[in-house]
């Protein structure tokens, strides 16, 4: 029986991602450099990126700065973006059905729980598990074991909703059943491993989950 729905949060509940590699787009902008944005991209949703996104400056070139400039770009792009499509009716069936309702992000408390307070999320949520709480990261299944102990909860009583293949492999590391949603910085990754994949939280109908993984 299902009694607990675990959502990511950065791609998931607010498109962050797409903030956050359009705010380096910015600053190479603004200094006349190229940006390999597809390259980027392709790292999204990772605990760790692939490629060094300050290169094309130079050896020579201020980091701290460029890394100043690209957060006050980021924090003004996200503080403009709105709760993605059906997370809020998908958390509020779940209150009205009883389940636990909690978070498992890569990203700190400040950041995830300061986004939920302005849109009005925050106090929908049980419990808040992120970076700072655990050991490592995803892609490893700390984040999900430590919300899962807090509801006293086994995986299979659990759906997780992730937008990355590392989101949906520290998911079914801990054992948890997977529901893929794709947004436009990860809809090239492998989600193969997900139980299910929608386009849309919008399109998840919460009776039509909990039958699904009754068993």
């Given at each position: ?38 390259l980027f991209t392709r790292s999204a949703g ?76 925050l106090a929908r949520f049980d419990f808040i ?38 989101g949906i492999i520290a998911a079914k590391r ?42």
């Amino acid at each position: 029986m299902i009694r607990a729905l675990i959502l990511d949060f950065d791609g998931l509940v607010l498109d962050t991602e797409t903030a956050f590699i359009e705010s380096y787009g910015d600053v190479h902008a603004a200094h006349g450099v190229p940006f390999d944005r597809a390259l980027f991209t392709r790292s999204a949703g990772h605990a760790d990126f692939s490629f060094d996104p300050w290169r094309s400056f130079g050896p020579a070139a201020d980091r701290e700065r460029l890394e100043a400039e690209r957060a006050a770009s980021n924090r003004a792009r996200s503080e403009g973006k709105p709760v993605l499509p059906g997370v809020a009716s998908l958390v509020d069936h779940a209150q009205a059905a009883g389940l636990r309702i909690g978070i498992a992000s890569n990203s700190g408390h400040q950041h995830v729980e300061g986004h939920l307070r302005r849109l009005g999320l925050l106090a929908r949520f049980d419990f808040i598990a992120c970076r700072e709480d655990v050991a490592s990261p995803k892609p490893e299944p700390d984040l999900y074991r430590l919300v899962l102990n807090e509801f006293g909860l086994s995986g299979w009583e659990a759906i997780a909703f992730e937008d990355s293949l590392t989101g949906i492999i520290a998911a079914k590391r801990a054992g948890l059943w997977v529901v893929a949603v794709p947004n436009p910085s990860t809809g090239h990754h492998d989600l193969s491993n997900a139980d299910l994949r929608v386009a849309s939280l919008a399109d998840c109908r919460l009776p039509e989950l909990m039958a699904r993984f009754a068993a």
